[in-house]
């Protein structure tokens, strides 16, 4: 008995150990106009809730969702409250629900402490020379809603960089701009949450 609770703590441990994805983002020079938009998004605080035109439609989304993510998050109050900040943030920033559910499955695959050999860390793998950018000083990247703020908000940013390209923004995201592994990777997993 006590060796299997100590294999299964071996085995814990070393799920929440081992290291994201997450490639080498590095820091660019902002226009202080960008700098400014992008700050502004990222501290705006607003209690997350589900955005759909109606509730019963909010509700069938976090029933499929949740049943979907039940295998990597299996308490379901912390299932429906992560469900409800992706959903928000993504909705708030412009992009798929499902492509974050995505892009979260390959970069941390849904760890909400993972750390990259790069330093990356959370849930959307959030390079943390962003806080020092466009953040605050007291911003916590493994706080969920923290972590999926910055990471919708930088992701929209790079669209927008990228004239709408997913390939080249998912890829700056990563910081593998050019190669097709990491884009493919994630919309491969976007899929398999519509």
Request: proline content about 5%; some cysteine.
């Amino acid at each position: 008995m006590r060796s299997g609770l100590r294999l299964l703590a071996l085995a814990t441990g070393l799920w929440l150990a081992a290291p994201a994805v997450a490639g080498f983002q590095s820091e660019e020079a902002l226009a202080a106009s960008v700098a400014a938009g992008l700050r502004q998004a990222v501290t705006r605080a607003t209690p997350p809730r589900l955005v759909f035109d109606n509730a019963e439609e909010g509700r069938a989304w976090l029933l499929d969702m949740s049943g979907r993510l039940a295998r990597r998050v299996p308490d379901s109050w912390m299932r429906e409250r992560l469900l409800t900040v992706i959903h928000y943030e993504a909705s708030r920033a412009g992009l798929d629900p499902a492509l974050v559910l995505g892009l979260i499955e390959v970069e941390s695959g849904f760890r909400k402490y993972a750390i990259s050999p790069v330093g990356a860390r959370g849930l959307m793998q959030v390079m943390p020379f962003w806080v020092g950018a466009i953040g605050a000083p007291d911003h916590n990247l493994f706080d969920v809603t923290t972590n999926l703020r910055y990471g919708c908000v930088i992701l929209r940013h790079y669209l927008a960089r990228e004239n709408g390209n997913l390939y080249r923004a998912l890829g700056r995201y990563n910081g593998s701009l050019g190669p097709t592994g990491y884009p493919e990777a994630v919309l491969g997993a976007m899929r398999r949450w519509q």
